[in-house]
């Protein structure tokens, strides 16, 4: 049995990490949340004062910064040149601002470089926008995860709750969702789209162990 390159893409919310790290588990392959990634360069311009609409200066930042992974529970951590931000870059300040930075071209071929190395390992479950058609255009499973707006708003809220961060209501929470998916579809390069090749599944009214199971299911079929 070969690892397999697995692409998981999708809107905001739509369960991606949740069961890319149950399947990146069940088969022993390394997880890569690209999100993380972006969301850690948006950190780290805010955090120095830097407008996210300053694309040298973001571009600048990017080159600079270092982003690690580190195996940690329930999340993984994430570190910005050390210094810890796993917490800080799940903010709704981080998820309003995101967008711009992750609209830049130059900010993209950084990022998608870095994955493209993570991605050499072996088998690998990779969850993001744009894994299927740019990152990892060969994956031989590829799946686009989606929901309806209002039931991923509930399933944010219902996280949120759970972990004491319930400061948007459900509907601020529905806008901010449908105002991001609107600017990751948008953009020039590399917007959120189904691949030709992926396979989509809605997960709306299915469990998680059912979104999991149908994922395993076309990976042992390609293995
Ligand atoms: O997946 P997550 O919600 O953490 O992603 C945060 C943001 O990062 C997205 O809204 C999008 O702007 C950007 N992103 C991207 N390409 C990826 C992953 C995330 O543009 N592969």
Not at 99 to 106: K, L, N, Q
Not at 108 to 130: K, L, N, Y
Not at 147 to 163: C, F, G, P, T
């Amino acid at each position: 049995e070969k690892g397999l390159q697995v692409a998981i893409d999708g809107p905001a919310s739509s369960g991606k990490s949740t069961v890319a790290k149950i399947i990146a588990k069940r088969f022993g392959y390394v997880y890569c949340d690209t999100g993380a990634m972006y969301r850690s360069v948006t950190w780290a311009a805010l955090e120095n004062g830097i407008n996210v609409n300053d694309t040298k200066q973001v571009i600048d930042l990017a080159r600079r910064i270092k982003i690690t992974f580190e195996p940690g529970q329930p999340d993984q951590r994430v570190f910005v040149d050390g210094h810890e931000v796993t917490k800080e870059i799940r903010t709704e300040k981080i998820a309003a601002n995101v967008s711009a930075v992750a609209a830049i071209p130059e900010v993209r071929a950084q990022m998608v470089e870095q994955q493209r190395q993570i991605a050499q390992t072996g088998g690998i479950v990779m969850d993001g926008r744009d894994i299927g058609t740019t990152v990892l255009p060969n994956a031989q499973v590829k799946v686009f995860l989606v929901a309806s707006a209002h039931e991923r708003a509930r399933r944010r809220y219902e996280e949120n709750l759970q972990k004491g961060l319930a400061t948007q209501s459900l509907d601020e929470l529905e806008a901010a969702i449908k105002l991001r998916d609107q600017k990751d579809s948008t953009r020039k390069v590399s917007p959120l789209t189904q691949a030709k090749d992926a396979i989509l599944i809605d997960t709306t009214s299915l469990t998680i162990d059912q979104v999991v199971d149908e994922i395993s299911a076309l990976i042992k079929k390609n293995q």
